[in-house]
């Protein structure tokens, strides 16, 4: 037998009788570890606030927001990276980002407009799921400095902090309505073309001036002195923060002159490169 036989021997082994690949035993065991951390937590949230305590449900979903942040660029740090992975961790994202402040934001405050709350909350997690498929598929073909929608853990962010800001719930139809803005606004925007902000081109094995650290230094110093609060100005700072581009851009481009017809905007269609 020689080499190219055999060769064509041990590919016949690992793609089996018929022909398809065999899946690979076992899983890479220190992302996954963060994966399932993430996927506790939102099992924590949903758990806690079917107790009606939302001053311990709401933070798990920020845990839940640090861990999914983790596992993926350790995987790819460490060379863990996998089809499983990426799977294992939407799954775990739909539970963290999907159900679990769905259901937080109905047992806190929609729970009052009765059938309207709880649409609202399958609402939310209907988008959830969609911005997650969507994620998966659309991956690799999309700018890596920007999310295409509103990513479901900034999504998630927002009624788990304004909850965590006002854990004393509402109890009055009057009070609850206007807590549908902090499911419906996220998940209109989940499933929008809007684009926003990705940290994942952030070099952190780049060598930077001393004065980061200061500054990081600085931001969790007043994140400790007073977290409800700006963890709110967070969240919502990163879902304004696509409209403060978007409107950014918009007066860039009449300063330098005004929109032309060569850029799609002269016969009211938009041009590409507003997103």
């Known amino acids: 037998m020689n080499e190219q036989e055999a060769q064509r021997g041990l590919r016949f082994l690992r793609r089996g009788p018929a022909g398809r690949r065999r899946f690979r035993r076992g899983v890479y065991l220190l992302p996954s570890l963060f994966t399932v951390g993430n996927m506790f937590c939102g099992y924590a949230c949903v758990v806690y606030a079917l107790h009606g305590d939302f001053d311990m449900a709401a933070p798990f979903i920020g845990f839940a927001i640090v861990l999914d942040m983790l596992d993926g660029r350790i995987a790819r740090m460490t060379g863990a990276a996998s089809e499983f992975g990426?799977?294992?961790?939407s799954l775990a994202d739909v539970i963290s980002f999907g159900i679990a402040p769905a259901v937080l934001v109905f047992s806190w405050g929609l729970a009052p407009l009765g059938r309207l709350g709880w649409a609202a909350g399958f609402i939310y997690l209907t988008a959830a799921a969609m911005r997650l498929a969507r994620f998966n598929?659309?991956?690799?073909?999309?700018?890596?400095?920007?999310?295409?929608?509103?990513?479901?853990?900034?999504?998630?962010?927002?009624?788990?902090?304004?909850?965590?800001?006002?854990?004393?719930?509402?109890y009055d139809y009057r009070a609850a309505l206007p807590a549908l803005a902090i499911v419906v606004l996220p998940a209109l925007l989940m499933v929008s073309t809007v684009r926003f902000r990705?940290?994942?081109?952030?070099?952190?094995?780049?060598?930077?001036p001393y004065t980061i650290l200061l500054l990081i230094a600085a931001g969790l110093v007043f994140i400790t002195m007073n977290p409800r609060y700006v963890l709110v100005l967070l969240a919502y700072a990163y879902l304004a923060s696509a409209f403060v581009g978007l409107a950014a851009t918009r007066l860039r481009r009449r300063s330098r002159g005004g929109p032309g017809p060569s850029d799609g905007?002269?016969?009211?269609?938009?041009?590409?490169?507003?997103?």
């Open 86 to 89: 990426r799977e294992f961790d």
């Open 265 to 275: 905007q002269g016969d009211g269609r938009s041009s590409p490169a507003a997103g």
């Open 137 to 170: 598929i659309q991956s690799a073909s999309v700018d890596k400095r920007y999310f295409v929608g509103l990513p479901s853990p900034a999504a998630a962010a927002v009624p788990a902090a304004t909850v965590f800001a006002y854990p004393a719930g509402l």
């Open 198 to 208: 990705s940290f994942k081109q952030i070099d952190l094995q780049a060598r930077r």
